[in-house]
């Protein structure tokens, strides 16, 4: 504890009285300060108790004391002290009653008491509560970094808890709580998700304070990580203000959970060329040397079925991709399930300064376990990124220049057919980007109609120059022959039905489908003929 005025006056060689103040002798005092002038105000900071003789001071005047004395409290002065023997004999009425009318303690220095030795007294006071909080840290320190080791970071938090007289919480890139100490914590740490996804925005280390004197604890939110973007944050609530020792303790756990939360940019790279090198020899067809390079990194996720995610971004906007990455893979730690992430492009997505800028597409592959939770959470990023892409939109009457990235989902998949899985979550991703949309499964394009495919304007361009001849020959009413085709194709080449639909003689119709082969060129007995006019036909129709 920091010297307060009862261990001043308690203090045995000091020998003083207190005249005045008795009530708020537990105030800390940040210093001793010595000062004769009529008006010290402007050379104090607060938190000083104040040596006087008096020297300049009426100190017998009422309405100079009152003056005086409501200046020093304003200042936050928290003790006055007046040296007696010196100018006057006795401490003044009018200071003694002013002190008490405004709450200052007023403490009276004998003449055998030099100001130096007050000065002294809270000096080492000051020194040694500086000295104990130190030491506090440092034992803190050690029991963290102990703690840490043996039972990683849900020790430490329980061992910081206990350090700070509170609670800490751990979250991760997605701003869910990850641990909590003691557990009864939880339930107050996911009320502050809003509080980190905020503190995620900024820029590496940031701090923040939630809560106060009207709350029922003051939390502390730190972000953890070296890059551009938190890898993860910590939240520690106490009662009140963190003492010396306890920041100590807090530091020491921001440096130990970023060691355990940020892995080193070199086993990261080395990691990811391992996932790479395994992916390569999925899509070579060969996953049994696949499986042998795993080993135990990926091991697990080669056993069972799994999913191949494959997402890229404009050329503006590689956050939200690489946010994709955090939420799978932070998904996948939190149940415990094994995840193959290979990014390529700028910077491999890493957040950081020196990543590359606008101008260059970013990739990204992902093997997932069929069903488990890092699917889960892609499907659940892309459906907010759907969201706030419409909300955008809706704003802006059009969309801006940086899109989101598009995702592609393929159907579940083993080791031996990993390349067609890939080349699923491939055609996925293109139908995505036709269609204007983040995400799309392969079972939702087999589940679904080829018609919306024909939406793309290269289909289109086919099809109004495959029908133009036709159409250019019913524009001289000269015949109907793009209506006759249409109804001819869908009776699947029935004259008669066909004919009916018409209202003409199936003669008629004859006539009009040979009209069609000499304009064309082609010859409606070819079924590759017949399926070309058709989805050109419906290509038109959809545009009309």
Known sequence: MPPTLASLVHHSALKLTVRAGEDRLDVPVRWAHVSELADPVPY???????????????????????????RLVGAGV??????????????????VDTAAEEGLPLLEVPRRTPFIAISKAVSAAIAADQYRAVTAGFAAQR??????????????????????????ALYDTSGAVVATAPEWAGRRAARLTADVERLRERPAPASSVVGGPDH????????????????????????AALGTAERYAVHSAIALLTLTTERSRSLQAA??????????????GQPDHARAVAGELFGALLDAPFRVIVGESGTADHDSLAGLAEAMESAAARSGEAVLVVPEGPEQLERSDEAAGPGKAARLVVLAVDGGAAVDAC???????????AATDVREQGGGEDEPPVVGLSAPAGPV????????????????????RVFVEHEEMAAGSVLPLLADDAVRAFADGLLRPLSEHDATGRGDLVASLRAWLSRHGQWDAAAADLGVHRHTLRYRMRRVEEILGRSLDDPDVRMELWLALKATAATE
């Open 44 to 70: 104090m900071e607060g938190g000083e108790l104040l040596l006087i003789t008096a020297l300049k001071l009426d100190a017998e005047d009422p309405r100079a004391m009152r003056r005086y004395v409501r």
């Open 271 to 284: 990691e990811q060329r391992i996932g790479a090198a395994v992916l390569r020899m999925l899509l070579a």
């Open 216 to 239: 029922e604890d003051r939390v502390e939110l730190h972000s953890l990580g070296t890059g551009r973007r938190p890898k993860a944050a910590l939240a520690v609530g106490t009662a």
């Open 417 to 436: 057919a990993a390349a067609v899985a890939h080349k699923q979550a491939e055609q996925a991703l293109s139908v995505a980007r036709r269609r204007g």
């Open 379 to 389: 499907r659940e990023y892309a459906s907010a990124l759907e969201a706030e892409r």
């Open 78 to 95: 928290v003790g006055l002290g007046f040296a007696v023997g010196v100018n006057y004999d006795q401490i003044p009425k009018a200071l």
């Open 143 to 168: 029991e963290l970094t102990r703690q840490a080791l043996a039972d990683g970071p849900q020790g430490l938090l329980t061992v910081l808890a206990a350090q700070v007289d509170g609670w800490a």
